[in-house]
């Protein structure tokens, strides 16, 4: 009964992500990679991105905090933080790099700072999301083949 | 193309395929092993470029295709694609979260046969195999193209080149033209088992196309294997040295080296092959050298002579080599020349192989003995049957005394060819293939015609002498270098070869003074070299210190 309830739990965790927008059909994808092989495929992966991503954003902040504001150095960091964002299917977070991304290209300091608070904040709501919703899948048990959010 | 049989490497292609993975993102990296072990395929992963570039030095064919990401920060995506393409010509995937029109655009001027974004789905990774069977295609294409242009001329021969023959030429295209050293290990033993008794020249027939593909099938894509018989195939001849191994001779035909005077001899001691184009020639395969000359000439050195430097280390000695008959040194030529010659590195002479330079400067150092040759040489009075016609300046090396017509006529047609060429040596058909490969050296008088039918057609045998220890090193930059659509360098041993050598010496003065033309045509000249070293009856004329040392 708590297995089932922690399922269906879990499912419209899932759901709710997607529907809010923080999750993209990568993370579909991954779920489909998951097997038996690799029984924790998208929590290994997960992991992976948020080390990855902490490193990634610790450096931006250092970059931000320069006067001037090197836009070439903070676009490219930018740009690897997007990618690594790819891979989970961040939806949010993807979208607001793009966005810090292009007041890089036109120089806008004030913008890619604002942009880059906006960002951070995603980032964080979907890790501490992505955390709970992988806990609350250990406590479920070996979760079945991956179901498509309807 | 007949390609019913081409299929892949692998039985069960595209399982299997072999993908190194380069990116420096780490989740990436994890996703895309993932991906990639889901096709079937078996993934290497790499999270840095330089890294990347030294696994596939030293895993050479170890791998059929690179996906990498393009930005990274030890070297650029671009860099590395570029260094793949050159080094290994495999198929490079580049990808990127970025796919702005203008880097999707870099990424296919750089040689990138695909350009994927972030993220990748799984559907796109499973069609990747593509890229590995377009190539093989084509080369495999281009081969044919070559062979055709030369069937013409091949003569049917026991063709011992078969199936070896048939994936070394198979390696030439496969291999990346630039590909700088091939593994220069080899196993003889492995060699000498396959290779079975020289046999006459090869003929590029439609079963022994055949044969090729299957051959190729069999094999697989695995070029190393191919680069490896072959070298193998050639210190073989080598050690064959008095078997008439022509074949490996013409193995090497399409070595860069321009060979001077490459005589194509049914002596597999000589295998020195001048200029692949040469070997060609003799194999009335004409077509392969000339166009081999083509590619020669263009490299040309300047100097007018074809160096031979590929090729002469590779080359085996010459003596002994030299079946009967009628190896006719190159009158003027002096070993030294010769040398000369030989140690200019053949810029790569295949138009069709990307030989990469470097590598001929690797064979440089060709150490052609001509003189040493000479001795051993018997001297073919009869044979110059220049059969060519002087008109026709086309010299091919054949070990009949008789050039058929159609012989003639495949040189002729690559005639043209070569004029185009301003090579500096004109002499790429005499370009000597010190190469050892196994080129037998003919007992066949080495008739070199030139393009001016004034001039005296000499014939002389080849006796080049490459040094032995540089055949493998040879062999491995010829097998690289050529596509040697290798006629059958063992072909090139078959009896009908050793006569003469016709040595097809285009007379391809691009730019370059005649330099020494009318020595050679001078009888005088001759005068140096012993008098059995050549007939007096023809003297090829050799362009530009082609052989004459």
């Known amino acids: 009964m708590d297995r089932n309830n922690s399922r ?62 090197d836009f070439n150095k903070l676009d490219t960091i930018m740009h690897q933080f997007k990618g690594s964002s790819s891979s ?9 790099s793009t966005l810090i991304r292009e007041y890089c290209r036109t120089g806008n300091a004030e913008g890619c700072r604002k942009s880059f608070q906006q960002m951070k904040k995603e980032y964080v709501a979907l890790r501490k999301r992505l955390e709970n919703y992988f806990q609350l899948a250990r406590q479920a048990g070996p979760m079945d083949r991956a179901s498509r959010p309807k | 193309m007949d390609n019913g049989c081409f299929s892949s490497p692998r039985r069960d292609f595209p399982n299997g395929l072999r993908v190194l993975v380069v990116d420096d993102d780490p989740t990436w990296l994890k996703i895309l092993e993932k991906m990639l072990k889901k096709c079937n395929y078996e993934v290497t992963t790499c999270c840095l470029a330089r890294h990347a570039l030294s696994l596939l030095r030293e895993r050479k064919d170890g791998y059929d295709i690179v996906i990498s990401d393009v930005n990274m920060p030890d070297m650029d995506g671009f860099k590395l694609l570029e260094h793949v393409g050159l080094e290994m010509d495999l198929p490079v995937i580049m990808m990127s979260v970025d796919g702005e029109t203008s880097r999707v655009m870099k990424g296919v001027q750089h040689g990138a046969c695909d350009y994927l974004l972030k993220p990748i789905r799984m559907k796109e990774l499973r069609n990747i195999w593509q890229h590995v069977f377009r190539k093989r295609i084509h080369e495999v294409r281009d081969f044919e193209n070559f062979e055709s242009f030369e069937s013409m001329h091949l003569m049917r021969n026991g063709s011992e080149l078969s199936e070896e023959g048939n994936l070394f030429a198979l390696e030439d295209m496969t291999s990346t ?27 590029w027939s439609v079963d022994l196309h055949q044969k090729f593909v299957k051959a190729v099938n069999q094999i697989g894509f695995d070029s190393k294997f191919l680069v490896k018989k072959y070298r193998l195939y050639l210190s073989r001849l080598q050690k064959d040295s008095e078997q008439k191994s022509s074949p490996s001779g013409m193995k090497h035909s399409d ?46 050195n300047p100097k007018g002579i074809v160096p031979h430097s590929t090729t ?11 079946t009967d008959a009628n190896i006719q040194p190159f009158a003027p030529l002096e070993s030294e020349r010769k040398r000369a010659a030989f140690d200019c590195t053949m810029s790569t002479p295949y138009s069709w192989t990307e030989i990469p330079k470097t590598q001929l ?7 052609v003995h001509l003189e040493d040759n000479f001795n051993l040489l018997p001297f073919h009075g009869k044979k110059h049957n220049i059969q060519v016609d002087q008109s026709q300046s086309i010299a091919s090396i054949s070990s ?6 159609k012989d003639v006529a495949a040189c002729i047609e690559t005639k043209p060819r070569f004029a185009d060429y301003k090579k500096d040596y004109t002499s790429s058909v005499s370009s000597i293939r010190s190469s050892v490969d196994t080129f037998p050296f003919q007992p066949g008088s080495l008739i070199m015609m030139n393009d001016q039918p004034s001039q005296p057609i000499s014939t002389t045998n080849f006796g080049l002498k490459t040094q032995s220890s540089n055949n493998l090193s040879c062999i491995s930059d010829l097998e690289s270098y050529q596509r040697n659509l290798l006629f059958g360098g063992e072909a090139a041993s078959a009896a009908p070869l050793d006569e003469d050598l ?34 007096s009856a023809d003297y090829l004329v050799i362009d530009q210190g082609l052989f004459i040392a």
């Not at chain 1, 495929?41 to 902490?54: G, Q």
């Not at chain 2, 000589?270 to 050298?289: F, M, V, W």
């Not at chain 2, 400067?361 to 150490?367: A, D, G, R, T």
């Not at chain 2, 009949?400 to 017509?405: G, L, R």
């Open chain 2, 502 to 535: 016709y040595f097809y010496w285009h007379n391809m003065n691009f730019g370059q003074p005649n330099i020494g033309m009318p020595e050679y045509y001078d009888p005088g000249l001759l005068t140096e070299v012993p008098n059995h070293l050549y007939d």
């Open chain 1, 8 to 69: 269906r739990q879990l499912a419209a965790m899932k759901q709710s992500l997607f529907d809010q927008g923080h999750l993209d059909e990568q993370f579909i994808q991954l779920e489909e990679l998951q097997d038996d092989a690799n029984p924790n495929f998208v929590e290994e992966i997960v992991t992976l991105y948020y080390r990855d991503s902490s490193r990634l954003i610790s450096s931006l902040e250092q970059t931000l905090e320069r006067n001037p504001l």
């Open chain 2, 361 to 367: 400067k690797k064979e440089q150092k060709p150490v």
């Open chain 2, 400 to 405: 009949t005394p008789s050039i058929s017509e």
């Open chain 1, 88 to 96: 989970i299917g961040a939806k949010k977070v993807k979208a607001e």
């Open chain 2, 312 to 322: 002469a280390e590779k080359a085996r000695p010459l003596t002994g080599n030299i």
């Open chain 2, 255 to 300: 070595l860069p080296s321009k060979d001077v005077g490459n005589f194509n001899f049914p002596n597999s001691a000589n295998k020195q092959q001048n200029d692949a184009s040469i070997d060609r020639c003799n194999y009335s395969e004409g077509t392969l050298q000339h166009q081999n000359m083509e590619t020669k000439s263009r490299e040309g």
């Open chain 2, 177 to 203: 033209k630039k590909r700088k050293d091939l593994d220069n290990k080899h196993d003889d033993k492995e060699f000498l088992d396959s290779s079975s008794s020289k046999k006459a020249r090869v003929v």
